[in-house]
């Protein structure tokens, strides 16, 4: 992953490139949407219905989501060599990776692991989120695995939801970094659990629909969270040139209708190594230490080790 200024960015007025989301006008401003009686309004009117829009936890600074408005992007590959990344730099201490796509979990499998132990236990109660913990002594962190194959997580009622963030929130003190890979979309159970992490990074491609719902991603985190530290990355880019140019497309999506946009937090750029490491079930770093995506996916973790300044959010 190479960073880049946002100085280098075209300004949000350019025009977009023609892949760029398309946002419809709205009924009222975004001001008007975004007003506190406009927020109260609505809050009320999903009460009445229910639906609980308050935070299940505060964000904790060591916990990192990784999210998708679309699937196919690379979100669970680069959670795992996140986390691996994180482990081989000291700064981040000890890193424990959890898969929460609850719909299909699938980190166990991109490992080769055959967890005894997952989140389907937690939640049934037999056992604590740290009792559920699994050892990759070869990459160097911990794993807490989903339930493989299994749908049957994917839409938990509000007492479980909450029951799983109270185990992670116990378990996340005792690690440097938590690393979350969250399920592809947007739903309010993806959303609620991308809260309880002190950061969240948005991965996309140049896919126009990659595009598309990593925007509604974001627009609907902001409006749950404002002011929260999302960041973007760009995965499986042909070259770091075309993954500034991606980039550029959805930031003046984002500046031209939210009025900032998340900042870049990395590129990762299409290696044939990642598919190898894929179909052999191994981490990538173990294998291919000094891949393009390898060296893309370190920097990334070197400057996560570092807190995001001030002003760094693009207006």
Do not use: W
């Not at 000890?94 to 796509?101: G, I």
């Not at 309010?188 to 990593?214: F, I, K, N, Q, Y």
């Amino acid at each position: 992953m190479t960073l880049r200024s946002s100085a280098r960015l075209r300004p949000a007025g350019a025009r977009l490139a023609k892949n760029a989301p398309q946002e419809i006008a709205p009924q009222q401003s975004a001001r008007t949407a975004s007003s506190p009686a406009a927020k109260a309004s609505t809050a009320q009117q999903l009460a009445a219905l229910g639906i609980d829009t308050r935070p299940l936890h505060r964000p904790a600074a060591r916990v990192i989501a990784i999210a998708s408005g679309k699937g196919g992007v690379g979100k669970t590959f680069l959670s795992a060599t996140l986390a691996q990344a994180m482990a081989r730099n000291e700064r981040h201490g000890r890193v424990l990776l959890v898969d929460l796509d609850l719909g299909l979990a699938n980190v166990d499998v991109q490992l080769g692991l055959s967890p005894e132990r997952d989140l389907g236990q937690v939640l049934a109660g037999r056992i604590t989120a740290a009792e559920a913990v699994t050892t990759l002594a070869e990459a160097g962190f911990h794993v807490l695995a989903g339930r493989s194959g299994s749908g049957a997580l994917a839409a938990l009622a509000q007492a479980e939801l909450s029951h799983l963030l109270d185990g992670l929130a116990a378990l996340a003190p005792t690690y440097g970094r938590v690393v979350l890979d969250l399920g592809a979309g947007a739903d309010r159970t993806v959303r609620r659990l991308a809260g309880a992490a002190g950061t969240v990074l948005v991965v996309t491609t140049d896919e126009p629909t990659a595009l598309t719902d990593a925007y509604a991603f974001i627009k609907l985190s902001q409006a749950d969270a404002p002011g929260a530290d999302r960041r973007i990355i760009v995965n499986m880019a042909a070259s770091l040139a075309e993954g500034q140019r991606t980039y550029a497309t959805l930031a003046r999506a984002c500046a031209r209708v939210l009025g900032a946009a998340p900042p870049l937090a990395g590129i990762g750029r299409r290696d044939a190594q990642v598919r190898d490491a894929i179909r052999a079930q191994r981490p990538l770093l173990s294998g291919h230490p000094n891949c393009d995506a390898g060296r893309d996916i370190e920097a990334l973790a070197a400057t996560l080790a570092a807190p995001m300044l001030p002003g760094e959010l693009l207006a």
